[in-house]
Nanobody
Framework: QVQLAESGGGLVQAGDSLRLSCAAS????????MGWFRQAPGKERTFVAF????????RYADSVKGRTTISRDNGKNTLYLEVNNLKPEDTGVYYC?????????????????????WGQGTQVTVSS
């Protein structure tokens, strides 16, 4: 079992930067892929980024590529998401996810159904 707890959300202005954190506890994450997803009001949960915990390899959604960095701290068992130049369309609840297999193709790791564990989410609101 893995417990995930996100933090760092809030109300920001367009153009600002934000760093989200996800503290993980429980099972080791070394054999897992972790990801960030977001859900806007009335919309489905969508992929933002993932990182394969043991290798550090990453993938980003096109909508955030070039202004977003996903990273992890092995010692702290913590996942991060830094988003720069925030836009109003970045608004939503951001969820941390874990438990997806390391060997899965990148296309499958962008699907929420591939993750076994989820945090409670943290709200990010970007005003224009």
């Amino acid at each position: 079992q893995v417990q995930l707890a996100e933090s760092g959300g809030g109300l920001v202005q367009a153009g600002d930067s934000l760093r989200l954190s996800c503290a993980a506890s429980g099972r080791t994450l070394s054999a897992s892929t972790m990801g960030w997803f977001r859900q806007a009001p009335g919309k489905e949960r969508t992929f933002v980024a993932f990182i394969r915990w043991s290798t550090g390899s990453t993938r980003y959604a096109d909508s955030v590529k070039g202004r977003t960095t996903i990273s992890r701290d092995n010692g702290k068992n913590t996942l991060y998401l830094e988003v720069n130049n925030l836009k109003p369309e970045d608004t939503g609840v951001y969820y941390c996810a874990a438990g997806a297999g390391l060997g899965l193709p990148s296309e499958l790791l962008q699907r929420p159904s591939r993750y076994s564990y989820w945090g409670q989410g943290t709200q990010v609101t970007v005003s224009s």
